[in-house]
């Protein structure tokens, strides 16, 4: 027997609705029969939009000229979908279009867009100094941190300088490579302060590789307790690299040093490895009291105040990379 409609669900019977065209489904919206008018409006609502995914469908097609010229001059009903095209594109665009379309940006764009770019300014592949005037008129106006990053990287040694008070503690290791700003040992990881001082031409008093390089060691082996624990002072992250910074920057008694500690160190059974090498370098320097993070600082006191000011935390690469991965300081060098 066949089932009457006031029998049947509102989705039933909204459904069965569809099979009308649009003409009838009008009728029916502008009828007076309420609830019926509520479900032809919610399919001529389902309608409409389809038709506007249909229509917008091939925009990505649009000449980027055209596109870009829309964005610029604001036009309207056009703006929107330009930001969109120019944001989604922009990676398959050639080097000019790309260079065209970051202008724009900061020339017109908003927050959103300012996001977008300094992403992309960090990196090494879409930097032109044509970007310097608009980067510092950006950064001037919205004071962004994005913004104050390329700044650091990319602007000149004197406007950096004669804004130190705001950007010294953006990007701290950058400032000082870029500037040569004297480093303070205490606000850098040591890995990071020696790479500093290697890039900007930096000179270590006396012993002070050998002292970095056992403070990264004491910190690892009081911080971490990895799976399978290193019983070799270059199985320690950091420490091959910072060997090859001291190589560099031609500290052969500092390097003699730590190997020479290495090699009294192996002969230590592994189970006492890690309490006997902290036991030798706090007797070798004299490091402040050692405090677990389960006590609210992370590393030995002696550091840990003016990294936590910063935060900053650089993390060198293994040897078989350049130098400093994402460090972005080698802009400077």
Request: aromatic share 12%.
């Given at each position: 027997?066949?089932?009457?409609?006031?029998?049947?669900?509102?989705?039933?019977?909204?459904?069965?609705?569809?099979?009308?065209?649009?003409?009838?489904?009008?009728?029916?919206?502008?009828?007076?029969?309420?609830?019926?008018?509520?479900?032809?409006?919610?399919?001529?609502?389902?309608?409409?939009?389809?038709?506007?995914?249909?229509?917008?469908?091939?925009?990505?097609?649009?000449?980027?000229?055209?596109?870009?010229?829309?964005y610029?001059?604001?036009r309207?009903?056009?703006?929107?979908?330009?930001?969109?095209q120019?944001r989604?594109?922009?990676?398959?665009?050639?080097?000019a279009?790309?260079?065209?379309?970051?202008?724009?940006?900061?020339?017109?764009?908003?927050?959103?867009e300012?996001?977008?770019?300094?992403?992309?300014?960090?990196?090494?592949?879409?930097?032109?100094?044509?970007?310097?005037?608009?980067?510092?008129?950006?950064?001037?106006?919205?004071?962004?941190?994005?913004?104050?990053?390329?700044?650091?990287?990319?602007?000149?040694?004197?406007?950096?300088?004669?804004?130190?008070?705001?950007?010294?503690?953006?990007?701290?290791?950058?400032?000082?490579?870029?500037?040569?700003?004297?480093?303070?040992?205490?606000?850098?990881?040591?890995?990071t302060?020696?790479?500093?001082?290697?890039?900007?031409?930096?000179?270590?008093?006396?012993?002070?590789?050998?002292?970095?390089?056992?403070?990264?060691?004491?910190?690892?082996l009081?911080?971490e307790?990895?799976?399978e624990?290193?019983?070799?002072?270059?199985?320690?992250?950091h420490?091959?690299?910072?060997m090859?910074?001291?190589?560099?920057?031609?500290?052969?008694e500092d390097?003699r040093?730590?190997?020479?500690?290495?090699?009294?160190?192996?002969?230590v059974?592994?189970?006492?490895?890690?309490?006997?090498?902290?036991?030798?370098?706090?007797?070798?320097?004299p490091f402040?009291?050692?405090?677990?993070?389960?006590?609210?600082?992370?590393?030995?006191?002696?550091?840990?105040?003016?990294?936590?000011?910063?935060?900053?935390?650089?993390?060198?690469?293994?040897?078989?990379?350049d130098?400093?991965?994402?460090?972005?300081?080698?802009?400077?060098?």
């Open positions: 027997m066949r089932m009457e409609q006031n029998e049947l669900t509102l989705f039933a019977r909204e459904a069965l609705m569809n099979a009308l065209d649009t003409a009838e489904l009008k009728k029916i919206f502008h009828g007076e029969d309420f609830e019926r008018a509520h479900l032809a409006g919610h399919i001529l609502k389902y309608r409409a939009a389809r038709r506007r995914k249909q229509a917008s469908s091939h925009r990505l097609n649009y000449p980027i000229e055209e596109v870009l010229d829309d610029i001059n604001r309207k009903g056009k703006l929107l979908e330009a930001k969109r120019l989604k594109r922009f990676d398959g665009l050639d080097h279009m790309q260079t065209r379309v970051m202008l724009a940006f900061m020339e017109h764009g908003c927050a959103p300012r996001d977008f770019i300094s992403e992309k300014l960090l990196g090494e592949d879409f930097w032109v100094d044509d970007f310097i005037p608009l980067v510092q008129q950006w950064w001037e106006a919205s004071r962004d941190f994005g913004m104050a990053r390329v700044v650091v990287k990319y602007c000149p040694r004197e406007y950096l300088m004669s804004h130190i008070d705001e950007l010294l503690f953006v990007d701290y290791a950058t400032f000082c490579i870029r500037t040569g700003f004297f480093p303070n040992s205490e606000r850098l990881t040591p890995w302060y020696l790479y500093v001082l290697k890039t900007s031409g930096g000179q270590l008093g006396f012993r002070e590789g050998e002292r970095l390089v056992f403070k990264c060691i004491r910190q690892y009081y911080e307790t990895p799976d624990p290193p019983y070799c002072i270059y199985g320690i992250p420490v091959r690299q910072m090859a910074y001291l190589g560099e920057m031609g500290m052969e390097i040093a730590i190997d020479a500690f290495e090699l009294r160190m192996a002969k059974a592994p189970p006492a490895w890690g309490p006997a090498v902290i036991k030798a370098i706090e007797e070798t320097f402040y009291p050692y405090v677990p993070k389960r006590f609210g600082l992370s590393r030995s006191q002696d550091d840990d105040a003016a990294d936590a000011d910063v935060g900053i935390d650089y993390v060198a690469e293994d040897l078989g990379g130098s400093v991965e994402d460090l972005g300081a080698e802009v400077g060098a």
